[in-house]
C-alpha cells in the first residue's frame, strides 16, 4: 500500500480526527513502510492498516454523531442549507466494512490506472503499430533486384544472458516474427529465419517517424480479394523455385476461391494469413508466404544506414565477434564455443586467431549448441581449416559462387586430418546448421546432441501494392549430396544425447578415438 493511497484512506475519518490526528497516522505510516521491508512485512503492515480503519473509522463516527444531529437542526431552525440525519442507528459494522473495501478497491484501481495513464504511448508508437511499421520495410526481405547478400541468421550480438529465443520464427504470423539480417539487425534480439538474405535499413527508435501514414486496416471486398489472388498466383509461376509446385499451388488457390472458402474474409491481415495457409497446404513450404502491412509499403527497398552498419560493427567487437571460448580441454582436445557465424570481412581476424590457438591440438570440438547462424561465407571460412584441399559447401540459400568453395589449404594449419566433434542442439539453426550439414556429408565431422532447428531455404520480398506482398524462395542451389536438405527436418546428430551432456559425451569420443590412435 503507498503513502498517497493511505492518505486517501485516512479521508473516510471525520474531518475532526483527520485535523487532530492525520499527520500523526501518516508520519507513523512512513516510519513503518521505511522499517518494515520485504514481501512478508509489507503484507502484514498493510493488513495492520486495514484492521485499523476497520475498527476506528465506526468508532469516531459514533463519537460525532451528536453533534451532526445537533447542527443539522440548528440550521433547520435558522433557514440555512441543512442536511439531515435520517436515521438514529449508527450504521452496521458489516455495511461500515464493504464500504471501507469498496473505497479501497475503487483507490487502487484509480491509482493503476493513473500509473498505466502515464506510460501510455500513442498508437502510432504502440508495440503492434510498430510491428507494422516494420512491415513496412519490405527490405527485410531480399529484394529480387538486390544482389544476393550473404547469409545472416540470428546472432543476438552482444547478449549477456547466453540464452538465445528460442521460438521457430518460421511457424509465426507476418506480426509475430521479423525477418531480418545480422548484419543490420543484430543488435536487436530477435528469431526469424525465414528471409535472411535481406538487407534492412536501420531499426526505428520510439522518437522516430515510421514509414507511410497509418491506415485503417484494409476491407477487402470480392474484386480486392480477386486482384490480390491474381498477383500471388503470378509472382508463384514466375519466381518460385519449383515451377511444378508452383503450379499446385495456384489451382489450389483457385479452387479454394471457387468454393467460396475466401468468401467471409474482409479484414486484410486475415486475407494474408489465409492464403498463406492455403499456400503451405500445397506446397509444405515454410517461407511461402503472404504478408500484409498496414502501413503503406515503400516502392523501392530501403537500404542499411552508416550508424547501423557502425552500430553492427561494434556490437560485434565488443562481444569478440560472438567466439565465447577456444580453449586446450584434457588429453590435447581443442574446444571452441562459436554463437554465430559472423561476418568474415569484420571478424576474419578473431576467427583466424581462434583457429590458430587450436592449431596444436589433437582432437576439434565445435560448440554450436547456442549458435544461431550468420554468413556462409564464415560457414567457409571456418571450414576451411579441416581440409587440405578446396571443398564445396553446399548452401540452400544461393547458387554457387566462387565462394562456396573452402580455401583449403590453409597456410600453417595442422588440423585438417584431426578428428573433428560438433555439438547441436534444438537452438542450432540456419548458416550452423549448413556446417553441420555440408560437414556430415563429407564425412568430416561427428554430431554430438540434438537434432538441428530446421531452417535451411530463404526468400525474397515481392510487393504486390501498397499493403500486400509475398516472400518466394527463389535461390536454385546444388545440393550434390542430396536431393533434400534439412529445411523443416533439421540435421540429425550422428550420436544423439541431451545438448546438456553434448560435450561430456564428445570429450569421451574423443579421447577413446585417440587412444585408438
Given at each position: 500500500?503507498?503513502?498517497?493511497?493511505?492518505?486517501?484512506?485516512?479521508?473516510?475519518?471525520?474531518?475532526?480526527?483527520?485535523?487532530?490526528?492525520?499527520?500523526?497516522?501518516?508520519?507513523?505510516?512512513?516510519?513503518?513502510?521505511?522499517?518494515?521491508?520485504?514481501?512478508?512485512?509489507?503484507?502484514?503492515?498493510?493488513?495492520?492498516?486495514?484492521?485499523?480503519?476497520?475498527?476506528?473509522?465506526?468508532?469516531?463516527?459514533?463519537?460525532?454523531?451528536?453533534?451532526?444531529?445537533?447542527?443539522?437542526?440548528?440550521?433547520?431552525?435558522?433557514?440555512?442549507?441543512?442536511?439531515?440525519?435520517?436515521?438514529?442507528?449508527?450504521?452496521?459494522?458489516?455495511?461500515?466494512?464493504?464500504?471501507?473495501?469498496?473505497?479501497?478497491?475503487?483507490?487502487?484501481?484509480?491509482?493503476?490506472?493513473?500509473?498505466?495513464?502515464?506510460?501510455?504511448?500513442?498508437?502510432?508508437?504502440?508495440?503492434?503499430?510498430?510491428?507494422?511499421?516494420?512491415?513496412?520495410?519490405?527490405?527485410?526481405?531480399?529484394?529480387?533486384?538486390?544482389?544476393?547478400?550473404?547469409?545472416?541468421?540470428?546472432?543476438?550480438?552482444?547478449?549477456?544472458?547466453?540464452?538465445?529465443?528460442?521460438?521457430?520464427?518460421?511457424?509465426?504470423?507476418?506480426?509475430?516474427?521479423?525477418?531480418?539480417?545480422?548484419?543490420?539487425?543484430?543488435?536487436?534480439?530477435?528469431?526469424?529465419?525465414?528471409?535472411?538474405?535481406?538487407?534492412?535499413?536501420?531499426?526505428?527508435?520510439?522518437?522516430?517517424?515510421?514509414?507511410?501514414?497509418?491506415?485503417?486496416?484494409v476491407k477487402l471486398d470480392a474484386a480486392e480479394r480477386q486482384r490480390v489472388m491474381d498477383a500471388v498466383i503470378q509472382n508463384?509461376?514466375?519466381?518460385?523455385?519449383?515451377?511444378?509446385?508452383?503450379?499446385?499451388?495456384?489451382?489450389?488457390?483457385?479452387?479454394?476461391?471457387?468454393?467460396?472458402?475466401?468468401?467471409?474474409?474482409?479484414?486484410?491481415?486475415?486475407?494474408?494469413?489465409?492464403?498463406?495457409?492455403?499456400?503451405?497446404?500445397?506446397?509444405?513450404?515454410?517461407h511461402l508466404e503472404v504478408v500484409y502491412s498496414q502501413n503503406p509499403l515503400p516502392d523501392r527497398p530501403l537500404g542499411p544506414?552508416?550508424?547501423?552498419?557502425?552500430?553492427?560493427?561494434?556490437?560485434?567487437?565488443?562481444?569478440?565477434?560472438?567466439?565465447?571460448?577456444?580453449?586446450?580441454?584434457?588429453?590435447?582436445?581443442?574446444?571452441?564455443?562459436?554463437?554465430?557465424?559472423?561476418?568474415?570481412?569484420?571478424?576474419?581476424?578473431?576467427?583466424?586467431?581462434?583457429?590458430?590457438?587450436?592449431?596444436?591440438?589433437?582432437?576439434?570440438?565445435?560448440?554450436?549448441?547456442?549458435?544461431?547462424?550468420?554468413?556462409?561465407?564464415?560457414?567457409?571460412?571456418?571450414?576451411?581449416?579441416?581440409?587440405?584441399?578446396?571443398?564445396?559447401m553446399y548452401d540452400p540459400r544461393e547458387s554457387p559462387t566462387q565462394q562456396s568453395w573452402t580455401l583449403s589449404p590453409v597456410?600453417?594449419?595442422?588440423?585438417?586430418?584431426?578428428?573433428?566433434?560438433?555439438?547441436?542442439?534444438?537452438?542450432?539453426?540456419?548458416?550452423?546448421?549448413?556446417?553441420?550439414?555440408?560437414?556430415?556429408?563429407?564425412?568430416?565431422?561427428?554430431?554430438?546432441?540434438?537434432?538441428?532447428?530446421?531452417?535451411?531455404?530463404?526468400?525474397?520480398?515481392?510487393?504486390?501494392?501498397?499493403?500486400?506482398?509475398?516472400?518466394?524462395?527463389?535461390?536454385?542451389?546444388?545440393?550434390?549430396?542430396?536431393?533434400?536438405?534439412?529445411?523443416?527436418?533439421?540435421?540429425?546428430?550422428?550420436?544423439?544425447?541431451?545438448?546438456?551432456?553434448?560435450?561430456?559425451?564428445?570429450?569421451?569420443?574423443?579421447?577413446?578415438?585417440?587412444?585408438?590412435?
Amino acid at each position: 500500500m503507498s503513502e498517497k493511497i493511505y492518505a486517501c484512506l485516512l479521508r473516510l475519518f471525520p474531518s475532526g480526527f483527520r485535523e487532530a490526528y492525520g499527520e500523526a497516522a501518516l508520519q507513523l505510516f512512513r516510519d513503518r513502510a521505511r522499517d518494515e521491508r520485504g514481501f512478508s512485512r509489507t503484507l502484514r503492515l498493510s493488513l495492520d492498516l486495514l484492521a485499523d480503519l476497520a475498527i476506528s473509522i465506526p468508532r469516531e463516527y459514533r463519537h460525532i454523531r451528536p453533534a451532526l444531529i445537533g447542527a443539522a437542526v440548528q440550521r433547520r431552525l435558522e433557514g440555512a442549507p441543512y442536511f439531515f440525519v435520517l436515521e438514529e442507528e449508527s450504521p452496521g459494522p458489516g455495511a461500515l466494512i464493504f464500504g471501507c473495501a469498496v473505497s479501497m478497491v475503487a483507490l487502487s484501481l484509480f491509482s493503476s490506472l493513473l500509473g498505466h495513464a502515464g506510460n501510455h504511448r500513442p498508437l502510432s508508437d504502440s508495440a503492434d503499430q510498430r510491428r507494422h511499421a516494420a512491415y513496412a520495410r519490405p527490405s527485410a526481405f531480399r529484394h529480387p533486384t538486390a544482389q544476393v547478400a550473404d547469409d545472416a541468421e540470428d546472432t543476438t550480438i552482444g547478449s549477456t544472458s547466453g540464452q538465445p529465443p528460442t521460438t521457430d520464427a518460421s511457424h509465426l504470423r507476418p506480426d509475430e516474427a521479423m525477418p531480418n539480417d545480422s548484419q543490420w539487425n543484430a543488435l536487436l534480439p530477435r528469431d526469424s529465419s525465414r528471409f535472411p538474405q535481406a538487407k534492412p535499413p536501420q531499426p526505428q527508435d520510439d522518437a522516430s517517424p515510421v514509414i507511410g501514414t497509418p491506415a485503417e486496416n484494409v476491407k477487402l471486398d470480392a474484386a480486392e480479394r480477386q486482384r490480390v489472388m491474381d498477383a500471388v498466383i503470378q509472382n508463384l509461376k514466375k519466381y518460385y523455385i519449383d515451377p511444378d509446385v508452383a503450379g499446385k499451388v495456384a489451382d489450389a488457390l483457385l479452387a479454394h476461391e471457387k468454393n467460396g472458402d475466401d468468401d467471409t474474409v474482409t479484414d486484410g491481415g486475415a486475407f494474408a494469413n489465409l492464403l498463406t495457409k492455403q499456400i503451405r497446404d500445397v506446397s509444405h513450404d515454410m517461407h511461402l508466404e503472404v504478408v500484409y502491412s498496414q502501413n503503406p509499403l515503400p516502392d523501392r527497398p530501403l537500404g542499411p544506414t552508416p550508424e547501423g552498419l557502425a552500430r553492427y560493427r561494434k556490437a560485434l567487437v565488443l562481444d569478440n565477434c560472438t567466439f565465447k571460448k577456444a580453449e586446450i580441454l584434457p588429453h590435447n582436445i581443442g574446444y571452441l564455443k562459436l554463437n554465430a557465424f559472423p561476418d568474415p570481412s569484420i571478424c576474419q581476424a578473431t576467427a583466424t586467431a581462434a583457429m590458430a590457438s587450436l592449431n596444436h591440438a589433437d582432437a576439434i570440438i565445435f560448440d554450436l549448441r547456442e549458435n544461431r547462424g550468420g554468413f556462409s561465407t564464415s560457414v567457409s571460412l571456418i571450414a576451411a581449416y579441416l581440409f587440405d584441399h578446396p571443398e564445396y559447401m553446399y548452401d540452400p540459400r544461393e547458387s554457387p559462387t566462387q565462394q562456396s568453395w573452402t580455401l583449403s589449404p590453409v597456410a600453417g594449419n595442422r588440423l585438417a586430418d584431426k578428428p573433428v566433434y560438433v555439438l547441436t542442439s534444438v537452438l542450432t539453426i540456419s548458416a550452423a546448421e549448413q556446417f553441420c550439414y555440408d560437414l556430415k556429408m563429407l564425412k568430416r565431422v561427428t554430431l554430438v546432441g540434438e537434432t538441428t532447428r530446421g531452417s535451411a531455404h530463404a526468400g525474397v520480398f515481392h510487393r504486390i501494392d501498397d499493403h500486400f506482398g509475398m516472400g518466394i524462395p527463389e535461390a536454385r542451389a546444388i545440393n550434390p549430396y542430396s536431393k533434400t536438405d534439412w529445411e523443416g527436418t533439421g540435421v540429425e546428430p550422428d550420436v544423439k544425447v541431451k545438448a546438456a551432456v553434448a560435450l561430456e559425451t564428445a570429450e569421451k569420443l574423443a579421447e577413446s578415438k585417440l587412444r585408438k590412435r
